[in-house]
């Protein structure tokens, strides 16, 4: 079974700090994917990754960054979090093949006070 | 059916009757679909995909439909569960393998 796991459930910062969302997936997957998920606006993309190293940005990249180093690690980072950026965050990986099913995360729920 | 907007459409379903949750998608280039299911508190889970070059694909207890003339899916859920119980999405893969998603739909499983 694919697996795909964020470093945290529930997660509470401050306003300014600096945030690190990590992903890890155990199914050597090519593409690396962050979302974002709020209530009535479904899925957004912020950023994404097919390989190590290389990023793409989402359909909502401000106010994020991301970093690649090794093939099964995907981090998220919010350099200087705001109240506005609380929310869902969902990890996914995919691989390059025949389908381009996306695995999930269990997610973590970031609150920015 | 689907809908984008502040509230999640709502399927309130007897157990043991079917359930068909519907979806439209905008991009006609689009070849290939997938439904997730996601449960309160967890990430969205694989549930069943179709090509375009399909019109119906079943797995267990479920079934996809997809009419491209009108650019609509639907999943249809047999003899539905209390653990159907969910927020079921519809996805779109545009290009290069992203998704797009649509807003959701809540199914509600009454005993």
């Known amino acids: 079974d694919v697996k795909v796991t964020q470093s945290s459930r529930y997660l509470v910062k401050r306003t300014g700090e600096k945030v690190f969302l990590e992903c890890v997936q155990d199914?050597?997957?090519?593409?690396m994917f962050w979302y974002r998920q709020d209530p009535g606006l479904g899925l957004r993309l912020i950023y994404f990754?097919?390989?190590?190293?290389?990023?793409e940005k989402g359909d909502i990249p401000e106010g994020y960054s991301v970093s690649r180093e090794k093939k099964e690690r995907f981090s998220l980072i919010l350099e200087s979090a705001s109240t506005n950026q609380t929310s869902m965050y969902l990890c996914a990986s995919s691989s390059t093949g025949t389908t381009d099913t996306q695995y999930f995360g269990p997610g973590t729920r970031l609150t920015v006070l | 059916g689907e809908s984008v907007g502040l509230h999640l459409p709502t399927l309130s379903v007897q157990e043991g009757d079917n359930s068909i949750i519907n979806c439209a998608y905008s991009?006609?280039?689009?070849?290939?679909f997938i439904w997730y299911k996601q449960e309160s508190g967890k990430g969205p889970q694989f549930i069943i995909d179709?090509?375009?070059?399909?019109d119906k694909r079943q797995g267990q207890r479920v079934t996809v439909l997809l009419n491209k003339t009108v650019k609509h899916l639907s999943l249809q859920i047999a003899a539905t569960q209390p653990g159907d119980s969910a927020v079921y999405f519809c996805a779109e893969v545009s290009s290069w393998g992203k998704l797009q998603f649509g807003a959701g739909t809540q199914v509600v499983v009454t005993p």
């Open positions: 990754s097919y390989d190590v190293k290389m990023k």
């Open positions: 179709i090509r375009s070059n399909m």
């Open positions: 991009n006609s280039a689009s070849d290939y």
């Open positions: 199914m050597d997957h090519e593409n």
